[in-house]
């Protein structure tokens, strides 16, 4: 078994920084990797545009960045070959893309939600060429999965190399640390909200929006736990509660 994986596309992410972007990303990539050794983990970075590389976990090279299948097929190879402790997606939705699932909320206004849940289920996304975007299929987690986000179509590589020295430079906290938490939704969520709060704090305390909002939200950040229930917008940067 492997401690971690990163999934990375290394052709997606020359197009989308150049070459000088990507050394950049490589520099700091390597720097997350020693971080994690220094940790006392084992951490393998696996580029699927790479057909070679991916030959050796018995999986196809992503030719198509923005396919949901090609990504689903590879990091379930990937993850069959290593059994990783933790996967983790490197960039936005525009290198590995989200899956869209069918939304379970018949009235909301969003036909679809992107989600990175079916890379954390060894369930197949596609059989004979149907496509099974179903939320309940990945319901059953057998991987924990994680994402370090760079900036949707943006050439510079600062947002991405930014959160990967924060990880790099993480230090592990007590379990107690993180129970306080600081929990917002969306006013017709709030009921959602509550029960997902319940599961993780053994607690339904949560603020809505309306009433709650900025600048007032502010000054509710200060817990290390966040947990946010509320409307974004396409190339917006805040969230928005709604009645």
Known sequence: MTDKVVVTNVAAQKQKYGGSGYS???RALRMLVAADE???MKTIVVDISDPSEMRRYRGTAVSNHRSEVQNKNA???ICEALEPDYLLLMDGPDVIPHILLNNPIPKDRDRNVPSDLPYASDAAFAKGGVEN???ATYSAVTRVVGRIPG???VRD?????SQMKSAAAFKSRRREDYLSHFAISSYLWRSSTERSIDSIFRTESIKTSPPTGS???RRLLAPL????NCDGGKELSQFFGRR
């Not at 590589?157 to 190399?161: E, R």
């Not at 736990?225 to 946010?228: C, E, G, P, V």
């Open 225 to 228: 736990s966040h947990f946010i």
């Open 75 to 77: 990091i379930d190879r």
């Open 133 to 135: 975007r179903d939320v």
């Open 24 to 26: 950049q990303v490589l």
């Open 151 to 153: 900036a949707t179509e």
């Open 38 to 40: 220094a940790r006392g």
């Open 157 to 161: 590589p600062a947002s991405l190399i």
């Open 215 to 217: 600048p007032k939200v």
